[in-house]
């Protein structure tokens, strides 16, 4: 999940840089699911892809938009803290 949230591996955790957010790796997923219900349909596409392994890296702008799609839900929902 690192590389959709551009987060740091702590151990038994994944901080969220820009926030005081720790996630565990299941809560971590279950906010990319989440905000990809959000995301554009060209970044929905290619991260699924990545998640399956069908591609080696995202595109600039997929990472962009997921990014900024997770802080947003993070800090608005609250999740984490």
């Not at 740091?8 to 994944?14: D, P």
């Not at 219900?37 to 991260?47: D, G, H, K």
């Not at 080696?56 to 947003?72: D, F, P, Q, R």
């Amino acid at each position: 999940m690192a590389a959709f949230i551009s987060s740091t591996w702590q151990g038994t955790s994944t901080r969220i840089p820009e926030t005081r957010v720790k996630l565990p790796e299941w809560m971590a997923e279950n906010v990319v699911r989440k905000v990809l219900t959000l995301a554009t349909p060209f970044t929905r596409t290619e991260a699924n892809a990545f998640m399956r392994g069908d591609l080696n890296e995202m595109s600039c702008s997929t990472i962009v938009e997921l990014k900024a799609l997770i802080t947003g839900y993070v800090c608005q929902s609250g999740v984490g803290r």
